[in-house]
DNA sequence: GTATCTTTCAAACGTTCGTTTAACTTCATG
DNA sequence: CATGAAGTTAAACGAACGTTTGAAAGATAC
């Protein structure tokens, strides 16, 4: 274990931090929130970001790094042992995608990688203006995003590169909105208060799952028409 | 036509600073984007902001309220028209679909009407994290949302009313993250520069259409597995 | 116990923020 | 021309921002 996941309470100052910051910026933004607000709900001093972290950026891409390290070290694990064991064989697609969606959406079942918070951080940081969260991203997304498309590209073989990078992209974007949960529209009113987030995250990755299948499948657009 | 959509360039102060906070607005987001930075490129005095539209909260208001009202107001006389026709009918899937989410990215290749400017900060609006901003988009959306989650219904007569929402939710944030146009993965490094913002519009339509439709028309999820 | 390094702390740094004020200009109307 | 509303302006307001500082406190090794 590299760094530490939980959050058990008396952890040293540095992890209240990245708690503390981690639930602030999922909730306000990163522009929004405040080292102040920061420091106050870790109970630190106010110079401890900029002794920890040296700056508000650092704190950020600590507090990503943190989550995103683990999540895309365990999608390469999971599509290589996939990927030794066909031999060669391309896999379905069904799999490539719950092995990238689906164990981004079952971390959020579990408190001790961050559970819910951090899932709906990231969805809502996919879209963060700032440029060097855009720079951090794409850094850190590199790797697993090119072994991802390279797999779809063999489960789908009658479909164009050029589609299935447009489709990772919409599947992309259908899946972070899903987990920011932040429903500005209010088109979610039935949340189920008695279900416990185990359930509402099975449930939403088994409606997730069928849509992005259903629209990775889909017809391909015809090329000349109207 | 109750207020101007155009900027020919010898517009009125209040026209102008619409004009430079919505692309800056876009750029950096709402809390990024500070009242001198809008003053300075619309070319007014700093008080011109509070002024024209009370606050800054007031002023993201009317940036977004020029575009959305002619937006919700074309998608609901569009679908009242095929209703109209249609006497009672059932409408085509594809033909909601394209009413709702075609209108917009059509809006996007016309410049009288914004262009990609508003388009992609309306998509990047739907993730915002102030409060006032969530508040007034359910307010400009309840309608024209309503209106579509009924004909999809009734398009969709096997599928639960709770999968349509799911759905439709999931649509949209697939629509917002491919209009904002960040690509804070890089997924998408293959812009074709010398086609026109008429023509990658089109194609992106097309392509997002098919993968809309395929995930609306996916197969349900089975309630009770593994 | 002394020396050395790390951590914590209150206080302040300079800057930028959204907003307000009051004087000034513009200009149509009587 | 006189009047008053509408628009514009420079200047300033208090508050909050990210960051730095230097000293105090704590921990570690000899």
New binding site residues.
Partial sequence: MGQPLSSSGND??DIRILDAAERLFMEHGYEA?????VTRDAA?????????F????GLMQAVLRRRLDWLNRERLHLLDAAETEARGAPLKPSLIVDYFFGTLLRMGARPETGGQTFQRLLGRTHTEPAAFISTFLASEYADVVNRYKSALCRALPDVPREEIVWRFHFMLGATAYAITGTDSLQLITDWKMEEDVQVQAQKLLARLMSFLLGGLRAPLPQSRSA
């Avoid at 040296?54 to 950026?57: A, C, L, P, T």
Wanted: proline share 5%; no cysteine; hydrophobic share 30%.
């Fill in positions: 040293g100052p929130t405040s080292t102040r607000m630190v001093n106010l110079a401890a970001v900029n002794y920890y040296g700056s508000k950026e």
